[in-house]
């Protein structure tokens, strides 16, 4: 059973900084990518920030520049590091493990979501 636990979200005046943390735990044998989405109220889910292992991070293009991914391999963790903050970026934001379990073929799995809010 994977198991992915994020910490970090709350209120945030507007350019202000938070910092999400997530972290994954179970039976893994192999991640091949970790990262974030969010969604907005009334909006599809939209990808924030994808980090392949060995591959190249990819960004969406509203928070290019603001946001930071990076991965902790040993600890199976991904984090998300938000800076310049805007109202627009008011979502929940999931983490997700692309991985192999020891019993499982590949799968995606989520984090419970986190709010952030930003605004003053």
């Known amino acids: 059973q994977v198991q992915l636990v994020e910490t970090g979200g709350g209120l945030v005046q507007p350019g202000g900084s938070l910092r999400l943390s997530c972290a994954a735990s179970?039976?893994?044998?192999?991640?091949?990518?970790m990262g974030w989405y969010r969604q907005a109220p009334g909006k599809e889910r939209e990808l924030v920030a994808t980090?392949?292992?060995?591959?190249?991070?990819n960004y969406a293009d509203s928070v290019k520049g603001r946001f930071t991914v990076s991965r902790d391999d040993a600890k199976n963790a991904v984090y998300l590091q938000m800076n310049s903050l805007k109202p627009e970026d008011t979502a929940v934001y999931y983490c997700?493990?692309?991985?192999?379990?020891?019993?499982?073929?590949?799968?995606?799995?989520w984090g419970q979501g986190t709010q952030v809010t930003v605004s003053s």
């Open positions: 997700y493990a692309d991985l192999k379990t020891w019993y499982q073929s590949r799968d995606f799995y």
């Open positions: 179970g039976n893994i044998f192999s991640m091949y990518a």
């Open positions: 980090m392949p292992t060995g591959g190249s991070t």
